[in-house]
């Protein structure tokens, strides 16, 4: 198609709800031709281990952002089988004037020093 032969990437920003379907788009083969980009911002946990793995697998580098404090990246809870995209950037907030501070975690999509840490109990309903 004309699109395929025009476009060099193609760039997904996904804030909630529609960072699920950001992220099952970048995920399937409807962009198989192009290099996909995924930027989502407070998404929840998508899918399952072999869905998490087929994202990977088609994106270079998927980026989440997570502000501190943010419930809706805690659902669906993990003890159901759903597992973050890898990169995850965790906004944790500050008091006062300061500015926030952006932490790099891990890669793994469930860093327990980042967003995850304040997943407890299992599912935060005190958020």
């Not at 395929?4 to 995920?27: E, H, K, Q, V, Y």
């Not at 399937?28 to 996909?36: I, L, W």
């Amino acid at each position: 198609s004309p699109f395929n032969s025009l476009c060099f990437f193609f760039l997904m920003i996904g804030l909630p709800p529609r960072s699920t379907l950001s992220s099952s788009s970048a995920a399937s083969d409807v962009y198989k031709r192009q290099d996909v980009r995924l930027y989502t911002f407070g998404s929840p946990r998508v899918g399952n281990s072999e869905f998490v793995s087929r994202l990977s697998s088609r994106l270079s580098s998927p980026v989440r952002m997570r502000r501190q404090l943010d419930i809706v990246p805690a659902i669906p809870p993990r003890m159901l089988g759903y597992r973050h995209a890898a990169s995850e950037v965790w906004d944790k907030h500050s008091e006062g004037a300061q500015a926030d501070q952006y932490v790099l975690c891990n890669g793994s999509g469930e860093d327990p020093s980042c967003g995850d840490s304040e997943e407890h109990p299992i599912f935060p309903l005190y958020l």
